[in-house]
């Protein structure tokens, strides 16, 4: 009985030892985590940041690729066999440049005899020209004796009609001699073709060569590509934007490039062209940029990010998103006074954001606002704003408060 009552007695103790423990553990963290907030007058700790006046630009990313400014496709006029391609993959060409032959020994022949039935033409020519002058002077001769009573009216009509014989001839023949001479002139054109230059339209003296379709010794038809001859200075790039983005691009407005080829860099542009009609399949448009390209380092098919620049303000009044809260289902600040002892509720309109500021319009939104611990506040707040480097206590009370139920949590 007496061993029972000994149990009992020690149980009794341990019971009080603990509920003192806890109760010591309670009263450690009221006096150590005041509870803070606006409503009890005590100072909420916050931490804050300047309002400033800076430029601020809202931009878009669009995604694209390059292609050639222009394009020009050298293909011979006539057919034969390839001699020589003079030019290969990106080497600079001239405006006229020769850039291909073909075997010309078929044409050159051509040209040869058609010179010489020019010469026959010519002779022909000559010799009827002859024949009109004796055809001439003996229709005088014979009119003369008829005068005379010498001849008759039959060798007149006879002498006549050798005359204008004489002069059909003629003219048939400087006929001969101007086909001749066509024919001529088009074989020495065709001779000439087999000569196959880079003849593009355009201002641009040079370019430089995009492609090559054929190998020395092949056979080749008329109009067949040789090579393709590109213009990379300016580049475009082919971006397709949807209906949101659309409203907003207009020509000339500048744009930056870059490129994974060119890590870290970047490459001014500008939008040269909007489509005017959206493809019914993508629901989206076509818009071209023009960029410099004189080292010619952006090539065609190189796929590059095109940030648009769609709105700037050259003096902004701007925040850091975190001081952004809401009140009333409308975006608010919290301004510091200018002792740092309390806070104004202010209500703003939201504008552009860009690297984690955003732009602000509202009234009396000047000097500082809090951008940790606002969650806590109410318009007219106490506030206290801790030395550099310190956490504010209200972190510090739901770091201790975490660790009173097990839930310890790590804070910044």
Known sequence: MKQKLRRLSLLAGV?????????????????????????????????????????????????????????FIVAPKVGGQVQLIAVDLSDEVE??????????DEFVQAAAQARAALAVAKAEHAAAKSALTISERTLTRTRALLAERVASEANLDSAEAESWAAKAAVDVAAAQVARAQATLRAAEVRARFTRVSADWPGQDETRCVGSRYVDEGEMVAANTPLLSIVDLDPINVVVHVAEEDYGELKVDQPVTLSTDA??????????????????????????????????????????VRAEVLLERVAEATVVPRDALVTRKGRPAVFVVSEDKKRVSLRQVSLGIRQE????????????????????????AAPIVVPPRGQRPRSEQHEAMKGASTGRAEVGP
């Open 262 to 303: 060119y890590p870290g860099e970047t490459f001014p542009a500008h939008i040269a062209r909007v489509s005017p009609i959206f493809e019914a399949d993508s629901r989206q448009a076509r818009v071209e940029l023009s960029a410099a390209n004189t080292e010619r380092r952006l090539k065609p098919g190189m796929f």
């Open 15 to 71: 019971v009080a030892v603990s509920a003192g423990g806890l109760v010591f553990v309670e009263a450690f963290l009221s006096t150590t985590t005041p509870q803070v907030s606006a409503s009890d007058g005590e100072p909420v700790p916050v931490e804050i940041a300047p309002v400033r006046k800076r430029a601020i630009e809202r931009k878009r990313t669009l995604t694209g690729t390059l292609e050639a400014a222009a394009e």
């Open 356 to 379: 984690g500021f955003v732009q602000v319009k509202g009234n009396g939104i000047l000097g500082h606002v809090v951008t940790l611990g606002q969650q806590q506040l109410e318009d």
């Open 95 to 104: 405006q006229g440049q020769i850039v291909a032959k073909l075997d010309d």
